[in-house]
């Protein structure tokens, strides 16, 4: 059996990994994880005969510019995502975005490169370019762009507070440097062909993991909305339009929201007040552990989840598993929830009239809840059942794209992303 040398460029950061770096102390720096997502896919490739996986991805708060160690199986190639105190704030004080961090890293991973001489690189995350313009340097190592949105989207212009150039420029750039991208989504693939028409695109087959154990508790909040980050983009302003509509006709509700504030908070914080939610809106900061933010979000009976970008958010999901209802937005994906059965409660983005009357109907109908709660469960199951042979299909993937690249064999139809199969609910 050939085996594939392959080097996956991502972020990630969790407690396992965070035990093996020499980090500075937390009073430092706030740790936490996030990309989780990457250690799924690296736990699930891990160990197989026809892999070889070195990992290679910045973290930040490393007390050394890189460092290596192995890991089951598994060669993680580390480097520092920033200088340590205080020369990053002189760094960001006296050089240009273009001259701060990016050609730093762009350095590290080139020598990590060149020292595994990999098959293939599996680059994740093309909106990230602190460590994502890396894979431009690349030019005799066939590529593999997975996507986990589109950044250089035209609705974000009118769903989000600003637009960070560099991150849409990269992503970009890096459309035209990599010939074979994964994405989901018929609205990610629309876009990605429409500025590189010449794209071969696959289905990003993303191998799951076991959902944690997340113990039932006492119910303290009625609705919680959670993300990563608290603002426009993950549509934090439509929830709080629409929770005080809600509040006008049931003062009792209690909401939480937990997750991280960003550029957004001063806009946000001023409409909470005017709209009298200063003390009717609980706020949780993010949790360093995933699974502490996962318990702590279980205290409600539900979940408001208004997004706008995403084809369908993983948060979605994982309040589903978790058995709370949720109440969200239609987007280019959330609609395929409700295709065999209702699993969701869905409103027009920017309708909080009709966000807020979903909340209402979760809160007000017998037996709507149970429903929801039950064909949620058929779902995922469902759901389940189809993703339980993607990793194979993704190693099908890598090694069709080795085989295209140095050899010119065709890829076969059955591995390309299927149009027909995917749609875009925003146009039905």
Known sequence: MERIRLAIICHFSSLLIREQLKLFSSDQYQYKDFGLWNVNIINELKG??????????PHPGMRHATQEFQMDGVTYHFFRKELPAPWAGWEYRFFPQSKRGYPRNRRYVKRFIREIKPDLVNLIGAENPYYSTAALDIMDIPIILHCQTVYANPDRKKSTSGIDSRRWETELKLFHHIPYIACTGRMYY???????????????????????????????????????????NK?????????????????EIKILAVGSWDGDREILEKRMEELGLKDKLEIHPSFPEYTDMLQYVKQARYALLPIKMDVLSGTILEAMRMG????????????????E???VLISDIGDNEALAANMLRLYEE???????????????????????????????QYKAVIA???????????????????????KQ
């Open 48 to 57: 197989r005969e026809d892999i070889e996986l070195h990992v290679i991805a």
């Open 190 to 232: 629309d876009l990605i062909k429409g500025y590189e028409p010449n794209a071969i695109i696959f289905p990003r087959k993303w191998p799951g993991s076991k959902f944690p154990d997340i113990k039932d508790v006492a119910k303290k909040y009625d609705f919680v909305y959670f993300a990563r980050m608290l603002n426009k």
């Open 235 to 251: 549509g934090f302003d439509n929830a709080i339009e629409a929770v005080a509509i809600a509040l006008r006709k049931h003062p």
């Open 324 to 339: 709370m209802p949720v109440v969200t937005c239609r987007t280019s994906g959330t609609p395929s929830l409700n295709k």
């Open 341 to 343: 059965r209702e699993t």
């Open 366 to 396: 017998d037996g709507l809840a149970a429903k929801l709660r039950d064909n949620a469960a058929q779902y995922i199951r469902e759901k389940d059942e189809l993703n339980a042979h993607n990793v194979e299909e993704m190693v099908a």
């Open 404 to 426: 295209h690249y140095r050899e010119g064999k065709p890829i076969p139809n059955e591995l390309l992303y299927n149009t027909e199969e995917n749609i875009d609910y925003r």
